[in-house]
């Protein structure tokens, strides 16, 4: 079992839980999921196509995604103290 990043805040598998919920979401709303509604097999793909979208959207809003990427890696490091595993190439 891999080992979790630090919670010092104690809030990360909150904010795992929410953006588990909006993935759901997504894909219901394009009719990406299992029999039952939930991401099944579907989830990698569903992240995916939901970044796709997320570019989409800061188009149409003239939101520099990269910038906002960049400061998602930042406050990623801070609420893992710097130990997470996503954003590396690991």
Wanted: charged share 35%.
């Amino acid at each position: 079992m891999m080992r979790m990043p630090p919670d010092t805040d104690e809030m990360n598998d909150r904010r795992a839980n929410a953006a588990e919920r909006a993935l759901v979401s997504f894909a219901r709303d394009f009719g990406e999921t299992d029999e039952v509604g939930e991401l099944g097999v579907f989830t990698e793909q569903n992240l995916e196509d939901l970044l796709v979208n997320l570019a989409h959207y800061c188009d149409r809003t003239k939101i520099t995604m990269s910038i906002c990427w960049e400061k998602a890696q930042s406050l990623y490091a801070g609420e893992t103290d710097d130990e997470g595993r996503q954003f590396h190439d690991r």
